[in-house]
């Protein structure tokens, strides 16, 4: 049985950073693409990060590029998103997410492509 258990969320002020982590515990077979979602309160969750199994190949959101960095251990089946210069609207609940794939460099931005779902850490930036 796969879960994926994720760490790291807090209460932060805007300007600093906090790194998430998301380990995957019981084994995707063949390569697994791994991403961040979020969900703010009263608002759909949204797509943030994702990593190929080749863990070169990203993509982030357009609000959160050149802030966040999405990482992946392959050797850990772990990934860490690294967010730097968080801003009040960073705020909510982050959602770590895996699904099998047949190719070393693809990643996924749409939730319905994920199998695999943690079950969210929060994070709180206040202004």
């Known amino acids: 049985q796969v879960h994926l258990v994720e760490s790291g969320g807090g209460l932060v002020q805007a300007g600093d950073s906090l790194r998430l982590s998301c380990e995957v515990s019981?084994?995707?077979?063949?390569?697994?693409?791994m991403g961040w979602f979020r969900q703010a309160p009263g608002k759909e969750r949204e797509f943030v990060a994702s990593v190929a199994w080749d863990a070169i190949t990203t993509w982030h959101a357009r609000n959160v590029k050149g802030r966040f960095r999405l990482s992946r251990e392959s050797a850990k089946n772990t990934a860490y998103l690294q967010m730097n210069s968080l801003k009040s609207e960073d705020t909510g609940v982050y959602y770590c997410?895996?699904?099998?794939?047949?190719?070393?460099?693809?990643?996924?931005?749409?939730?319905?492509?994920?199998?695999?779902w943690g079950q969210g850490t929060q994070v709180t930036v206040s202004s």
């Open positions: 997410a895996a699904t099998p794939t047949s190719s070393t460099t693809s990643y996924y931005y749409n939730e319905y492509e994920y199998t695999y």
């Open positions: 019981g084994r995707i077979p063949g390569y697994y693409v």
